[in-house]
Nanobody
Framework: QLQACGGGLVQPGGSLRLSCEAS????????MAWYRQVPGKQRELVAD???????????NYADFVKGRFTISTNNARNAVFLQRSALEPEDTATYYC????????????WGEGTLVTVSS
């Protein structure tokens, strides 16, 4: 349902943009998010953005983002992007996107993940 792309190898200090798009229908009232996971650790939230309803446009970032990442969606609210700059080796991880519909039956979708390696 969700297709993520944009991962790869980047040097420290570099930039990378991740994209994730729903291949099927997705309610425009939703929360779309990026998570990341490194082997041996739990998956952690990077950022999320809410579309529709009273919280339309609300964005949350993890503390470790430190202003380096920007999350956004498209007009159709069925794709989410993560623009990342000033990348650090600690940002090396598999990044996953999620879409959670805010309307019953509250369907939850996950992308397969895209690997980002920050190394010189």
């Amino acid at each position: 349902q969700l297709q993520a792309c944009g991962g790869g190898l980047v040097q420290p200090g570099g930039s990378l943009r991740l994209s994730c798009e729903a291949s099927g229908s997705l309610f425009s009232r939703n929360v779309m998010a990026w998570y990341r996971q490194v082997p041996g650790k739990q998956r952690e939230l990077v950022a999320d953005i809410t579309s529709g309803g009273a919280s339309n446009g609300k964005i949350n970032y993890a503390d470790f983002v430190k202003g380096r990442f920007t999350i956004s969606t498209n007009n159709a609210r069925n794709a989410v992007f993560l623009q990342r700059s000033a990348l650090e080796p600690e940002d090396t991880a598999t990044y996953y996107c999620e879409a959670f519909e805010l309307i019953q039956p509250y369907r939850d979708y996950w992308g397969e993940g895209t690997l980002v390696t920050v190394s010189s």
